[in-house]
Nanobody, 120 residues
Framework: QVQLVESGGSLVQPGGSLRLSCTSS????????MGWYRQAPGKQRELVASVTNDESTVYADSVKGRFTISRDNTKKTLYLYMNNLKFEDTAVYYC??????????????WGQGTQVTFSS
């Protein structure tokens, strides 16, 4: 059973930067897509960014131009570079990985989350 472990969450100030990391306990080659999701208090979990094995990326409109997602399969790590942070970026950030078993069937893996909070 593959485990995903996030790190890098912290207290930040508006305009600040952070790098989140998600390390896999197993190979990432079989994850056809990986992504970062976030969940703010009282809100549903939402996709922030995703990256496929061929490095195609998708970003939520709210983070385009500020966040960058990347994956390094050799280091078994997914990254999220966050710049020009805004108060509305406050959330728990979750790493996700999807592995296709066969047509129409896939496995979904989630990390435990890492908190990004703004300091007053």
């Amino acid at each position: 059973q593959v485990q995903l472990v996030e790190s890098g969450g912290s207290l930040v100030q508006p305009g600040g930067s952070l790098r989140l990391s998600c390390t896999s306990s197993g190979s990432m080659v079989n994850f056809y897509i990986m992504g970062w999701y976030r969940q703010a208090p009282g809100k549903q979990r939402e996709l922030v960014a995703s990256v496929t094995n061929d490095e195609s990326t998708v970003y939520a409109d709210s983070v385009k131009g500020r966040f960058t997602i990347s994956r390094d399969n050799t280091k078994k790590t997914l990254y999220l570079y966050m710049n020009n942070l805004k108060f509305e970026d406050t959330a728990v950030y979750y790493c996700n990985a999807k592995r296709r078993i066969r047509e129409g069937i896939e496995l979904d893996y989630w990390g435990q989350g890492t908190q990004v909070t703004f300091s007053s």
